[in-house]
């Protein structure tokens, strides 16, 4: 009976937790991720062989002696000269970690060049799996982003952090899930804490987020029953670009004025004749120069106040679109940090972080109480400070700083906290040199962009602006073919490649004629002064001129033929379309290119910037290729 009742005994299970899976099934490896985990090998190779044997250059020798002395107790000030102060805290961390040396200090540059192969996996809903393949295999072999993965300096941590942002973006379009804005607000500050050039950055994908949302809402049912509300807040906008417009044109005209009544020493090395006249001393603004400047920012006011009545009556209609909470985020947070801007627009030095004191009577046998105490109740003393340069800077910082707030908690008040206390935690930490250095977060809101804003005018490297023209080809020719090909197989996707490069071929006409009608000119005359751009301007427009003629007058009836396109080529606009993913790439690639020839500074290792729309978009391209085939 007991042999009958007794219980068999148990057979042992296999134990199902992840750490006794073994690896690969753990990885659940496919072809594709083995692919990537070659691409990371490589990547490690090519990244970290030899780190340390070439010798420092100069950059990132004054790199490396900031974070040295940080690393050893000396402390970490931020200047903006040396950008943010993302870089010196992780290689201060490498010092700690590995010791102090060359390996070390590109160390944490070196792990996101690694990094950024990865990247692109993050994206292949959009790619492609198999475009994102080809996009990872771009960075890999891409000569810009190997050498300056190995390098010291501010670009890749730029790169990867702008990359966060960009990715999130598109995942909260799509999803609409927090966490992305919370990843959002984390790469948007890690952007600004590493370098100036985040601006360019948020220039190009916060005006495409405008353009996608303006697309978007264009067709919506609800715009023609709230339209009839946005006119006040529209005419206020339009009043405030002609305010802008006027006293910007005013204020050229004056400066013209001045400098040609100024007198200037002669060729000779005489002095200046004492007895002309002068319309303002030096250092100095005439009145009409110092109205305008005020009058630009009454109109920026203007403008921004239009613009928040506007949207305020889209709610809650606009709410829908996650595009505009994007927009919402990248102003608020970002607004006191261009305030450097109308610092400069009305004149004052955005960098100086002066003060203003008055010596009192007595005051050597005071206490420090009795000193303020006495300065606070004498009218000369807080006449002093209030013109103090730091006060009239800190006056926009505060304001801008006070809009963002009251506009961020009007959009959503939990949301937009959480995203705020992200953002301005992490540039309170880094910038602050994890609260050591106070004054850091001054200098990072507003000596960031107005010590830059200073370097344009200087336009250090000397180069002209056709630099990355004549450069980027050079090293990135796979890119720059392959994103060119993207770009025709898009519009030939949209079946506007017609209508597109038409009118690509005409700018390219126009710029050589430009340029050569210029040339020939001017060509025997020395003084820049007598040359003139009018005859290249008459040349453009003529190519210009004709080939739109012939445009209106014949080609596009014949595309819409060709395209069997019954109501002309209106048929072929769809809004929606034009502003999806690969356009942001398109987007992207072509502002980079005017944005970075433009800026002063043109220097070798911002080329690393172009590469990657182009990679992107080459990717893309590659990946359907080879799904076609």
Request: glycine share 8%.
């Amino acid at each position: 009976m007991t042999e009958l009742t007794q219980l068999p005994a148990e057979t042992p299970q296999p134990k199902r937790d992840f750490l006794s899976r073994p690896l690969i099934a753990a990885l659940n490896l496919d072809l594709e991720k083995a692919i990537y985990l070659g691409f990371i090998l490589i990547a490690i190779v090519t990244r970290f062989y030899g780190l340390g044997d070439r010798v420092v250059s100069h950059d990132e020798s004054l790199h490396t002696q900031f974070s040295y002395q940080y690393y050893n107790g000396d402390g970490y000030v931020h200047s903006p000269l040396m950008h943010g102060p993302s870089l010196f805290h992780a290689t201060a961390v490498s010092y700690w970690l590995f010791g102090d040396s060359d390996l070390a200090s590109r160390i944490p540059v070196a792990i996101l060049g690694v990094l950024l192969i990865l990247i692109p996996y993050f994206l292949r809903d959009w790619l492609g799996r198999t475009g994102a393949l080809f996009t990872s295999f771009l960075f890999l072999i891409s000569p810009y982003i190997t050498y300056y993965s190995r390098y010291i300096r501010h670009d890749i941590y730029l790169i990867t952090f702008a990359f966060i942002v960009f990715i999130a973006t598109w995942h909260y379009i799509r999803e609409r899930r927090n966490k992305y804005l919370w990843w959002f607000a984390a790469g948007l500050v890690l952007m600004f804490a590493t370098m100036e050039a985040a601006f360019i950055y948020v220039a190009i994908f916060g005006s495409f987020l405008v353009v996608r949302l303006l697309a978007l809402i264009a067709g919506a049912p609800w715009v023609r029953e709230v339209l009839p509300r946005l006119r006040l807040g529209v005419l206020l906008a339009l009043l405030g670009v002609v305010l802008v417009g006027a006293g910007f044109a005013a204020h050229q005209f004056i400066d013209g004025e001045e400098a040609t009544t100024t007198p200037t020493a002669t060729s000779e090395g005489f002095a200046v004749d004492p007895n002309a006249t002068v319309a303002a001393t030096a250092g100095e603004e005439s009145t009409g120069g110092v109205l305008t400047r005020w009058i630009e920012i009454a109109g920026i006011a203007l403008f921004s106040l239009g613009l928040f009545l506007t949207v305020r009556e889209m709610r809650p209609y606009i709410d829908q679109y996650a595009e505009f909470d994007l927009i919402i985020l990248y102003v608020t947070l970002l607004l006191p940090m261009v305030s450097p801007l109308f610092i400069r627009i009305v004149g004052w030095n955005p960098t100086d972080y002066s003060v203003n004191t008055c010596m009192l009577q007595g005051q050597e046998t005071m206490t420090a109480f009795q000193v303020l105490a006495a300065r606070l109740t004498n009218a000369t003393c807080l006449a002093a400070f209030a013109t103090s340069a730091v006060v009239k800077s800190g006056l926009f910082l505060i304001i801008t700083l006070v809009v963002g707030i009251l506009v961020g908690l009007w959009w959503d008040k939990k949301r937009w906290i959480v995203a705020a206390i992200i953002f301005h935690g992490i540039f309170l930490v880094l910038y602050t040199s994890v609260f050591t250095n106070l004054g850091g977060w001054r200098t990072g809101m507003i000596g960031s962009l107005g010590y830059w804003l200073e370097q344009h005018g200087v336009q250090r490297g000397s180069q002209p602006w056709y630099y990355y023209l004549f450069v980027t080809p050079f090293y990135e020719f796979l890119p720059v073919i392959f994103s060119l090909a993207g770009i025709y197989l898009w519009t030939k996707q949209r079946r506007i490649s017609g209508v597109v490069w038409y009118w690509v071929l005409l700018v390219l006409l126009a710029i050589p004629a430009y340029s050569l009608a210029n040339w020939f000119f001017n060509r025997d005359l020395a003084d820049p002064a007598q040359q003139t751009i009018i005859p290249g301007l008459i040349a453009a427009a003529a190519i210009l001129g004709a080939g739109a003629a012939y445009w209106f007058a014949a080609r596009r009836q014949q595309l819409a033929r060709r395209l069997g396109l019954e109501r002309g080529l209106r048929e072929l606009v769809d809004l929606p379309a034009f502003v999806g993913f690969v356009p942001s790439l398109i987007w992207w690639m072509l502002l980079t290119w005017p944005a970075y020839s433009i800026a002063g500074e043109k220097m070798p290792w911002l080329s690393v910037h172009f590469v990657i729309p182009m990679a992107l978009l080459s990717g893309w391209y590659l990946g359907q290729r080879v799904e076609w085939a």
